[in-house]
């Protein structure tokens, strides 16, 4: 990171599919602006687009409202924290070796730290990843 | 809107049909990927997908992708170092697909 003082990244957006290329638009931006190199930030751009994709396919099943999806990004002091929360009510699927549920397993090997939180108002994917300066 | 290009080349009497993908490919526009692999595969038991050219994709490609190869012999292009590379990695297509890693 060049300059930890960058101002965080916040994207609200319908959770659909639709809504993806936005916010990649917006995080490669804040990447860009936050000096991450191409490499890492091509591997931050995978993890919040999985996570973001998983809440625009699912965070509408069984939901009676129009969900809304969040990502975020902040410079910490040794990296950068990221988030993806939706308010659906959806439960993650669970991790299979067939060929649904690579989502979580593919954000796990591209960040340091993965947490999920599952409740009836919403789900979120918090990642952190540390950066070299 | 997600933006991507599919380009097919059928297959003639001793080629490969191939796909060259470019841009982004998410849930947005993966059903166009599908059909640009279904309509370049058809009739041919063997499909080359090339995605040096694309600029991100996800599990919603990686779906796609295993769906084809279920039943197609599939051969894949992509850059040699980049998230691309990690995603076949970690999701296994790798394993029952040929990967061709370009430098």
Redesign the interface.
């Known amino acids: 990171m060049d300059d930890s003082t960058v101002p965080a990244l916040c994207v609200r957006v319908p959770a659909e599919?639709?809504s993806?290329?936005i916010v990649?638009a917006q995080l490669r931006q804040w990447f860009q602006s936050a000096g991450i190199a191409p490499?890492t930030a091509?591997?931050l751009?995978?993890a919040v687009?999985?996570a973001a994709?998983n809440a625009?396919?699912h965070a509408h099943d069984g939901a009676a409202h129009n969900v809304e999806l969040t990502v975020t990004a902040a410079a910490t002091g040794d990296g950068v924290r990221l988030a993806v929360c939706d308010d659906g009510c959806w439960k993650p699927p669970p991790e299979s070796?067939g060929?649904?549920g690579?989502?979580l397993?593919?954000i796990a090997?591209?960040v340091d730290t993965v947490h999920l939180s599952a409740t009836r108002n919403g789900t979120t994917v918090e990642m952190t990843k540390e950066l070299t300066r | 809107?997600?933006?991507a290009q599919f380009r097919v080349t059928l297959a003639s009497d001793d080629t490969t049909p191939v796909v060259v993908a470019s841009g982004?490919i998410?849930?947005?526009n993966v059903a166009d990927f599908s059909d640009a692999m279904a309509k370049a595969a058809n009739g041919s038991t063997a499909l080359t997908v090339d995605l040096t050219e694309v600029n991100?994709c996800?599990?919603?490609a990686?779906?796609a992708l295993?769906?084809v190869a279920a039943t197609t012999e599939l051969t894949m292009i992509v850059a040699a170092?980049?998230?691309i590379k990690?995603?076949l990695g970690?999701?296994?297509l790798d394993r029952v697909a040929a990967v061709v890693t370009m430098e």
């Open positions: 599919p639709a993806l290329a990649r490499d091509a591997d751009l995978l687009g999985e994709s625009a396919e070796p060929n649904r690579h989502g397993r593919v090997a591209l | 809107m997600t933006d982004d998410d849930l947005a991100y996800d599990s919603a990686v779906r295993f769906a170092t980049g998230p990690t995603l970690i999701s296994g």
